[in-house]
Each structure stands twice: as C-alpha cells, then as structure tokens.
C-alpha cells in the first residue's frame, strides 16, 4: 500500500467552532470520496501535543497506479464547477501544510491487536 498524507492547520473558523467544523469534515468526506473508488482507506489523526490543531488525512492506495488514477479523477473533478466550488470551501477551515507520499515497509513489522 502506499498513503497519500496531507497535514493542515485548522483555521480560526475551525477553532472558534470545532463542532461546526468535525460536522463539515463528516460531510466533506463522504462527498469528497464518493466518486473515488481507487481510494482503499482513509484516516484521520489530529495532533493532541506539540502541533496543536494540526490534523492529517492519509489516503491508501494499492499503488503508484491507483495513486495515479486518483489524481486523473482529481483533475476531471475539478472542471465541474459546483464540485470545485465545495472543494475549496475547505480554505476558509484549514490551511495546508504538507504533503508527503509514504509506503509500507517490504517486510511483515508492526503490530497490530484485534479486540
């Protein structure tokens, strides 16, 4: 698998209203990746200490092709413009400060307990 990894700061409407925004972030999702089914997973971490209101997206793909054909799909999306529209509407929560492609490793390391 290799991740897609995207961290951004929350903005000042985010952080005067943090339920608003976990409710826009609920619904951002769910449009966001509908019509990207090369996408396998996606997960959320915010930062608790150090890097406060800072959160990251990771999105996992099989491979360097589904990652590819994400980003074609991203480009078709973009020319709709009701789509384009609702996606830079994220500007006025968050800013981004990187991005960054990662992979598993070749080898079985980790852990990983079941309940």
Do not use: C, H
Not at 30 to 47: H, T
Not at 51 to 70: L, Q, S, T
């Amino acid at each position: 698998m290799i991740y897609l990894v995207y961290r951004m700061k929350l903005g000042p409407r985010a952080r005067r209203d943090m339920r608003g925004f976990w409710q826009w972030l609920e619904d951002r999702e769910s449009w966001f990746y509908r019509d990207l089914p090369m996408v396998r997973e996606v997960r959320w971490y915010y930062s608790a200490i150090g890097d406060v209101y800072v959160i990251e997206n990771w999105a996992a793909f099989d491979d360097e092709a589904g990652w590819g054909a994400y980003r074609a799909a991203l480009a078709g999306l973009k020319s709709d413009g009701d789509w384009e529209t609702q996606r830079v509407s994220q500007d006025d929560w968050w800013e981004f400060l990187d991005t960054r492609i990662v992979t598993d490793l070749p080898v079985r390391v980790g852990i990983r307990r079941q309940d």
